[in-house]
Structure formats: structure tokens, C-alpha cells
């Protein structure tokens, strides 16, 4: 059974750093590309980060520069370090992989910047 696991959200000021982290088990976690996103309320869940299995990552736009993405594969997670955070990146964060032809997705970690 494949299992992903986020931790690490909270309330954060602006201008503040958190760092998320995504626990996974049931997939040979090595080769799978790692995705983190995010959804807020009535929207759509947007793609933040990803890495893949060689380690060659991607951010949207909005968070290039302040967030940082890595993967430990002795340990079977991905982190995700969210620096100076802002009011916009209020959101539950995920974490997903595609493994087997399925999606597989985290239960999600709120975070939040106040305005």
C-alpha cells in the first residue's frame, strides 16, 4: 500500500521560513518523481515544486528563488524548504507521486502566512 505523509505546516509570520516534509513507504521511492502542491479554497490545486528521480527540479514562478526543494532517498522523503513566505502562499500543501499508473497524494499540511 502507498502511503505519503506531510508534516510541517503551521502559522508562520511574513517574511518566515517553514520547511515541510513528506514521509512516503510502499513505493521504491528512488525512481519516482516527487511533486509538491498546493490548493487554497475554490481553487484549483497549482504545482509548486517538483524533483525527479535524478534530481532535476522545477518551481512555478511564484515561489522561484524562495523555495527549495530535496528528496533523502535513504530515508524515502522529500522536503521542502519555503523561505521569506508570504500572504499568498497561505494553503494546504501536498504531496504526490505518480507510481504504477496511479496518482498518489498526502492527506495535506495547512500553512499559513497572515495578511
Known amino acids: 500500500q502507498v502511503y505519503l505523509r506531510e508534516s510541517g505546516g503551521g502559522l508562520v509570520q511574513p517574511g518566515g521560513s517553514l520547511r515541510l516534509s513528506c514521509a512516503t513507504s510502499g513505493i521504491n521511492f528512488k525512481i519516482h518523481t516527487m511533486n509538491w502542491y498546493r490548493q487554497t479554497p475554490g481553487k484549483e490545486r497549482d504545482l509548486v515544486e517538483t524533483?525527479?528521480?535524478?534530481?532535476?527540479?522545477q518551481y512555478a514562478d511564484s515561489v522561484q528563488g524562495r523555495f527549495v526543494i530535496a528528496r533523502d532517498n535513504a530515508r524515502s522523503t522529500v522536503s521542502l524548504q519555503m523561505n521569506n513566505l508570504k500572504p499568498d502562499d497561505t494553503a494546504v500543501y501536498y504531496c504526490?507521486?505518480?507510481?504504477?499508473?496511479?496518482?498518489?497524494w498526502g492527506r495535506g499540511t495547512q500553512v499559513t502566512v497572515p495578511g
Open positions: 504526490s507521486t505518480r507510481a504504477r499508473g496511479t496518482d498518489f
Open positions: 524533483i525527479t528521480s535524478s534530481g532535476s527540479t
